[in-house]
Structures are given as structure tokens and as C-alpha cells.
């Protein structure tokens, strides 16, 4: 069965650090292109970061610079580091697998909240 499960969410201040962690099971991290997303109440979710089998990131400007994705193969895992985080961070975060040539959903984990406020 293939499944992801983020955790790491939790509240924190201004300027503060967080991990996010995604565990995949089913299948391998490593031949996939993954996903880090986010999404507030009202609006669409949105792409923060990817990383590809190759190795090549892309992030979203708001972003570059303060996150890091990376990727484990043996624990077949995927991190988000998020350092200097603002209060616009604030939102759930998704972690998704896709095919890398073309883009279509393996899966999607069900979200892990994030807070950032003093």
C-alpha cells in the first residue's frame, strides 16, 4: 500500500527552526520526484519545494534560502528543514510523491500543521 505520513508540525516563534518529516512506505523515495506543500484556510495549495531521483531542488522564492528539502533513501524518508520561519509560514503542510516525467500524483500524505507565532 502506498502511503505518506508527514509529522513535525507544531507551533513555533518567529524566527524559529522546524523538521518536517515525511515517511513513505509502498514504495521508493528514490526513483520519485517528491513534494513539500502547504495550504491555508481559503486559498490553493502551493508548492514549496521538490526534489527529483537526480538530486536537483526548486523551491519557491518566499522560501529560498530559509528551507531545505532533502531526501534519506535508506529510511526512505523526506525532510523539510525550515529555518528563519515568519508568521506567513503559518499553514498545513503536505508531502507528495509524483512521477518525475510527468508530473502525476503517486501519492499525498494528509497534512501536518504548522504555527508560527509568538
Known amino acids: 500500500q502506498v502511503q505518506l505520513v508527514e509529522s513535525g508540525g507544531t507551533l513555533v516563534q518567529p524566527g524559529g527552526s522546524l523538521r518536517l518529516s515525511c515517511a513513505a512506505s509502498g514504495f521508493s523515495v528514490s526513483i520519485y520526484g517528491m513534494g513539500w506543500y502547504r495550504q491555508v484556510p481559503g486559498k490553493q495549495r502551493e508548492l514549496v519545494a521538490t526534489?527529483?531521483?537526480?538530486?536537483?531542488?526548486n523551491y519557491i522564492d518566499s522560501v529560498k534560502g530559509r528551507f531545505t528539502i532533502s531526501r534519506d533513501n535508506a529510511k526512505n524518508m523526506v525532510y523539510l528543514q525550515m529555518n528563519s520561519l515568519k508568521p506567513e509560514d503559518t499553514a498545513v503542510y503536505y508531502c507528495?510523491?509524483?512521477?518525475?516525467?510527468?508530473?502525476?500524483?503517486?501519492?499525498w500524505g494528509q497534512g501536518t500543521q504548522v504555527t508560527v507565532s509568538s
Open positions: 526534489i527529483v531521483p537526480g538530486g536537483s531542488t
Open positions: 507528495r510523491a509524483f512521477r518525475p516525467y510527468n508530473g502525476n500524483d503517486v501519492a
